[in-house]
């Protein structure tokens, strides 16, 4: 994987765009698309696990980038963050937790999670967990659209063909 700032590359050249929260929420004002938030820690190995094996996977990649604005968050990060018209700090008082990180996984401090965000940045739903390709792949597609809002998740993977590997 070669490091870029905002990008992550995988082996095939496929790459993640970043961006922060801010910017996420900026875009998808003037270009509505959900946002994907992912919450990790410097500390956490599966959260590096997460990076080298799910987020550089080609198809993968390819969906974050078309479908979604993604952001990498540090939930233990230091910088204040604008959210829904309120600052969100990290000062000390939930220990080493940003407050934003708080809100987001809604108490459930397990590392990584990722979140997802309608274009309007309303919470849909924290999922925590390291997930493989093939797994987190049903779920980008799920939550792109309008499926999640019809039908059930399980009812949704019946019929949902992936690429993943």
Known sequence: ML???GLMLSAQGEAVKWYSIEEAVAMAKTSPRPIFVDAYTDWCGWCK????DTFSNPVIAEILNNKYYAVKFDAEGKEPVTFQGRKFVNDGTMGRTHQLAYALLQGNLGYPTV?????NSELITPVSGYKTPAQIEPMLHYFAGTSWQKQSYEDFLKTFKGKAQ
């Open 49 to 52: 696990k997460l990076d080298k």
């Open 115 to 119: 979140v997802f965000l309608t274009a």
């Open 3 to 5: 490091a870029v700032p």
